[in-house]
């Protein structure tokens, strides 16, 4: 089971910082993908890292502001949020899948996170 943590309220400009930490398994193996969800919209893909972290993939929207980065000692997944925008609002969720490389594709991740609300203020 996949819990991501670390949402809440920030004015636009600062910065916050996910976890997804994994209960009963370890993730460690497991290539990693947040996406997000915003009032009223479909979710959408955020960035995806694989089980050694050596590759990463992110969405054009976010790179340059959003990293993700994983500690397999810690069994831990993090976002890394900077200079966050009000569109940048949403439930964040984590999701993993048993593959090598990192992935878009919502679909082919089997293992998912309750999420955790990220609002950005103007």
């Known amino acids: 089971q996949l819990q991501a943590c670390g949402g809440g309220l920030v004015q636009a400009g600062g910065s916050l910082r996910l976890s997804c930490a994994a209960s009963g398994r370890t993730i460690s193996s497991y290539t990693t993908g947040w996406f997000r969800q915003a009032p009223g919209k479909e979710r959408e893909f955020v960035a995806s890292?694989?089980?050694?972290?050596?590759?990463?993939y992110s969405a054009d929207s976010v790179k340059g502001r959003i990293t993700i980065s994983r500690d397999n000692a810690k069994n831990t997944v993090s976002l890394q949020m900077n200079r966050l925008k009000p569109e940048d609002t949403a439930v964040y969720y984590c999701a993993a899948i048993d593959v090598g490389r990192p992935s878009r594709i919502e679909n082919e991740y089997k293992y998912w996170g309750q999420g955790t609300l990220v609002t950005v203020s103007s």
């Open positions: 890292i694989n089980w050694s972290g050596g590759s990463t």
